[in-house]
């Protein structure tokens, strides 16, 4: 897609051409147009880090390909988030398939991988909780305010002008239309999960919501046939979704308008410290002002 001019998206967005993704549809921003809309799980770059974090070891093995260990590598991390959470007396969603401490118990957990759907009902919410403070889930983060997704694509993209020096890339507004997807035959398979607000200040916030696309059950003559699937959810939707509105809309902004596009949110009320409420939010806005600076005097601005 070309490059619109901020000017003309935040036009677009509150008072012109876009003016019905106000509702029924949900965003995301990303800091650079070479981002997939794949979920940290299932990006290949993740894949080392996934393992290792799960098991410890990460050496090269055809099994890393199956969906089955992908499948339990994710689950381990679930649990480890879940029990950690709940030992140190945070609130966490209960839930039968992870709360176990009987290392025994791992049969169990093979029949949750290879008999059910993934991700299970029952780990929704702790997944989207995971997800939410850093755990590779196959996730994606959204938001019903386009305002928060110009925030996230700004401030990622003015990161990476300081990690890479480059200003003539791109950033993206990813705009998906949910309240459709929600009632197409999609909807089988596209799964939702806004979490109780009340329990992350942060979500509620951000007026978050996650999606995934759910997979099929796995037999067990297949655990060592299925492969991982990282087809992004745009090619999914492609494939998959034949309606007559437009599912998803990709829009891309130079990566040059940064600075003013994350100014735009900011005099609207859109900052790391509202957006991320409490004192470590006030303390990121404080100390992010020196990575902006370097940004801008990349830019020239």
Known sequence: MQNIPLWKICCYFHSGKLKNLNSGYIFRGEGSNEYQLLPSALRKNNQEKLLQIASGNSENSDKREYEFFQRMAELE???????????????IYPTDTVSTFDEFAIDELIKGVINK???????????????????????LDWTFNFNVAFYFAAVNALNNICD??????????????YDELSRSSVNKSLKFVIPPYIDNLNLKAQKGILSYWKSDPINEEDMYKKRIDRTPLNEIL??????????LYKIEMPISEA???????????????????????????????????????????
């Open 117 to 139: 759907s993934w991700i299970p009902n029952n780990l929704e919410n702790v997944a989207a909780l995971a997800q939410h403070y850093g755990v590779m889930t196959r996730l």
């Open 77 to 91: 991390l679930l649990r480890r988030f879940y029990l950690k959470s709940n030992e140190n007396g945070l609130k």
């Open 238 to 247: 492609q494939d998959n979704y034949s309606g007559d509105e437009i599912a």
């Open 164 to 177: 890479t020096g480059a200003s003539d890339k791109s950033m993206v507004i990813w705009a998906l239309n």
């Open 259 to 301: 600075y003013k596009l994350l100014t735009f949110v900011n005099t609207n009320g859109y900052t790391t410290a509202s957006l991320f409420p409490g004192y470590n939010g006030v303390a990121s806005e404080c100390n992010e002002s020196e990575m902006i600076n370097r940004a801008r005097h990349i830019l020239g601005q």
